[in-house]
Structure formats: C-alpha cells, structure tokens
C-alpha cells in the first residue's frame, strides 16, 4: 500500500514544484477499517500497509493512548478536526460561524491544537460549521473569519497548520463554505502562512466539478488532500471521478503532502484497496 518517501511538505504548502515524487496515502481511520473497534484500527492499517493516518475526533480518548498506539503500530498521524457536536444536532459540522458560541470555538482550537500537538499532527481542520437559522449569511460568515484570525493566531509557535474545507452542500445544507476558491480567499484574507485549505475532490466534485482546473486554481493555497469516489463516497474506482487522470497530474504537479482516504469501503476496506497500487505505480 502507502509508503512513506521522507518528503515533506514546504512550511507554507504542501505543494512543490519539484520533480515528481511518489504519492503518499493515509487511512482516515473513521471510515476506513470499520471492521474492528477505533483502538484497533491502528494496527489494522499498519498491516494494510498505511504509514499515516488521519480521524477526525480524538476527544474521547487519552492523547498519550493514542500516542503510544500511533507509535507501536508505526504510524505518523497527519490531521485531526476542531470539535463537533453529535450527527443531527445544530452544530454537528462545528461551531466556526455561530455568532453566540465564540468561547467554545476557542476552546475547541485550543483542544484541538493540544491533541494535534500531543500526536505530533501536521494539521488541524477547523471545522466551518452549518449556518444558524435565525443568523444571516452575512454576519454567520463575518464571525467564521474572525474566528479563523484568531485561530490563525493561537496556532502560531505549536507546529501545527490550519486547514479550512469547503464540504458540499447536498451532504452538509447550508455549510458556510461556498466553494474552493470561498475557503482560498478567507486564506488569503486572515493573512497567515499558517493558514490553508484540505481539498476534498468528493466534495469539490458534487459541489463544484471541473476537478484539475477547480484544484489548479487554489494550488497555491492547498495543504492536504481527501478523495472519495461520486456518487456512492466509496474508494477511487467505484464511481465517477478519473482518479487515474487525477492522480498523474498530482505528481506531474510535485504534490508532495499526503492524502487522506475518506471513504466507505464498498465491500470491505482490506478487500477495497487494489486501487492504491495502480496509484502508486
């Protein structure tokens, strides 16, 4: 499966325009190896042939578990999520544009960024959040980028890199990021290095499609990647998307991050992973 090749992303990006370098995948281990309980996840993907690994929600676990798990199976973990609340509640897709929950978005950067520091994670998602009723647009959107500012700001010094998503409006109604160049703008808007996006090719494709011009446009601005397959969010292969095409521009770019596989397996995860090899050959 995945090799780790040593290559790191640049401080800013984690794009390069140098030679084409191998791709490098991590399981998302809150869709991939469903099989078995989260803590044995780890090893599962360790014996699959993952390096890496991302999940969006470490919060009910012990940071030094986690740690200890990630280092006897080997694995480097790449990315974790700002809290969220539970699946149908208000605030299910994080709190970053609620106007009345300031202090708990701080807290949950500042949670977030301790795990994400603890793990020793490259990035932090700071999850966007679906717009309030009652709250307009506007001022839903005025608060997500003063939020993001002062994220920007509290994450200085840690190690550890902000990333925003745009997600797709007919899985997340009314998600406060519009599009890719939405979330590249806010970016560029708070100023900060520290500061970029996780494209997510299922999301960008439902939402936006055009994919190789859509991520061009943004290059510049994009720290990590997530793939999935359309229709069915089931691995590269199962759907839609040219993820060969995909793939070959990638490493004609010099992409050099890690990508993230967010998908439900089809039938399987072990049994779903022949399309990595293709990839990496």
Excluded at 43 to 65: L, Q
Excluded at 66 to 90: C, F, H, S, W, Y
Excluded at 177 to 186: G, K, P, R, S, Y
Aim: proline share 5%; charged share 25%.
């Amino acid at each position: 499966m995945s090799t780790d090749t040593g290559l790191n992303a640049s401080p800013e990006t984690g794009v390069s325009a140098a030679q084409p370098a191998p791709l490098r995948f991590d399981a998302n281990l809150k869709w991939l190896f469903t099989e078995v309980p989260f803590l044995e996840r780890f090893d599962a993907a360790a014996k699959a042939g993952f390096t890496a690994v991302e999940y969006a929600a470490p919060y009910s676990y012990d940071p030094a578990d986690l740690k200890r798990r990630l280092a006897d199976a080997g694995l480097k973990q790449v990315l974790v999520n700002t809290p969220m609340g539970e699946p149908g509640t208000p605030t299910r897709s994080g709190v970053a544009c609620f106007p009345d929950r300031v202090q708990e978005f701080r807290d949950g950067v500042d949670q977030g960024l301790e795990y994400a520091t603890a793990l020793g994670a490259d990035f932090l998602h700071i999850v966007g959040g679906i717009r309030p009723d009652g709250v307009s647009r506007d001022r839903a959107f005025a608060r997500y980028v003063t939020n993001i500012a002062w994220a920007a700001d509290r994450s200085q010094g840690t190690g550890v890199r902000l990333v925003l998503e745009a997600m797709n409006k007919r899985d997340a109604p009314g998600f406060i990021l519009d599009t890719q160049a939405q979330a590249a703008a806010v970016a560029e808007a708070v100023g900060s290095e520290n500061v970029g996006l996780l494209f997510d090719f299922y999301h960008a494709q439902i939402d936006e499609g055009d994919l190789l011009t859509t991520l061009d446009n943004v290059w510049d601005r994009v720290f990590h990647l997530q793939i999935a397959d359309t229709p069915s969010r089931h691995e590269p292969g199962t759907g839609e998307i040219a993820y060969t095409r995909i793939f070959d521009h990638l490493r004609r770019r010099g992409y050099q991050g890690w990508i993230g596989c967010e998908y439900a397996p089809a039938a399987g995860t072990v049994e779903g992973l022949d399309w990595i090899k293709e990839a990496s050959a």
